[in-house]
């Protein structure tokens, strides 16, 4: 147990079956009950352990069909999603927006329907605008996950990072991050892992900090159960464990710091600053990373606080968990019936 937290409750409250997780899609970590969340932690701890031998393969997906539609930039998230595919035995493809006739001026439904009509088991999709993949969940007839919506959500990095803390701090299946107080610090404002990441630590039991300059903080974004802090030695103080978010420059219209150098200087993650936070306290970053500039090369590289190349590694799990539950009903699974009236 890591020094510093507080027990965790751990124990295993999902219902059986189909139930434990009673979705079609995975469009964000808001359509979660907190038991749903817990199972696809739970279900990804055997692919830790499976990714971990020399043969990594099982069987669960073979026949199937999985495409990786992203129409935005991605190094992580397109490559677990396909390493998860292909480790479970199904058939991955990926689609480039870049390189697909999206560039001709297709528009997003008629490439989900073109997909649709290819009878995919299973559409991964990552697009720059909010609400792009609920939009196509509704267009086609299969499982539809989603790998980043502008400044939506990104439900699997959610998931991929509470299955990282509870790897970090030895935590059993089962257990959620009760106790556990979380500093996310960067541009919340146009990032939808803060969102995620928000509602699944809040969900888990954590205690979430948010920290940003005011001009990339969300307005009312206390809503969601977060304490808001401007100041990053304030909001480090009692941080068991601290999220840093690059500046999502592709989002932004206009300037909303004064200089990268004032910004580093203000809300960088340095060793100094990190030893305001608890002693033993873990550093987290889901890529790509802006050295120099949100986080130092020493905090980063540090091999025994910072946990993200282990995000990395979660990450593939995580996705695997997502593909094998979220296709269980269409493979017929016993105890997974067909959903009938259950939210999407
Ligand atoms: N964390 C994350 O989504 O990284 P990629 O953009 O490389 O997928």
């Known amino acids: 147990m890591h020094p510093s937290i507080p027990p965790v409750s751990s124990f295993r409250e999902y219902p059986a ?5 009673a979705h079609r899609d995975l469009t964000g970590i808001a359509q979660l009950a907190r038991h ?8 990804a701890e055997q692919w830790l352990a499976l990714n971990r031998q020399s043969q990594k393969r099982a069987a669960l997906l073979a026949g199937l069909t999985i495409i990786n539609a992203f129409f935005e930039n991605s190094t992580r998230t397109l490559l677990s999603f396909e390493i998860a595919g292909k480790r479970l035995g199904a058939d991955v493809v990926n689609m480039h927006a870049a390189t697909s006739s999206v560039k001709k001026g297709e528009t997003l439904i008629d490439t989900a329907i073109t997909l649709n009509a290819m009878r995919a088991d299973a559409i991964v999709i990552r697009h720059a605008s909010s609400g792009a993949v609920r939009l196509i969940a509704g267009k086609v007839d299969c499982p539809v996950l989603n790998a980043g919506d502008g400044q939506h959500e990104h ?21 959620d991050l009760n106790g556990l107080n979380v500093t996310i610090c960067g541009d ?12 699944a630590l809040t969900a ?26 401007h100041d990053f030695n ?3 103080k009692g941080a068991n464990v601290v999220m840093m978010l690059r500046l999502q420059q592709e989002r932004m219209q206009g300037q909303f710091i004064p200089s990268p150098r004032e ?63 979220l296709t269980r009903r269409a493979r017929g699974v016993p105890g997974w019936p067909a959903l009938s009236g259950a939210p999407a």
């Open 263 to 325: 910004y580093r200087h203000l809300y960088g993650l340095t060793l100094d600053r990190l030893a305001r936070a608890e002693p033993d306290a873990l550093v987290m970053h889901p890529g790509p990373m802006n050295r120099g500039i949100e986080i130092d090369s020493q905090v980063a590289d540090h091999l025994t606080r910072s946990l993200i190349t282990q995000q990395v590694e979660c990450g593939v799990a995580i996705r695997m968990a997502c593909l094998d539950v």
């Open 17 to 21: 079956g189909g139930l434990a997780f």
């Open 204 to 229: 888990l039991g954590a205690q979430v900090r948010v920290c940003a300059p005011p001009a990339l903080m969300p307005a009312e974004i206390e809503a969601m159960g977060v304490a808001v802090f």
């Open 234 to 236: 304030a909001a480090l």
């Open 155 to 175: 439900p699997t990095q959610a998931l991929l990072d509470a299955l990282t803390i509870r790897q970090a701090l030895a935590l059993p299946p089962g257990s």
């Open 36 to 43: 749903e969340i817990l199972y696809l932690l739970d279900e």
């Open 188 to 199: 919340i404002l146009h990032s939808r892992v803060a969102r995620s990441n928000v509602l």
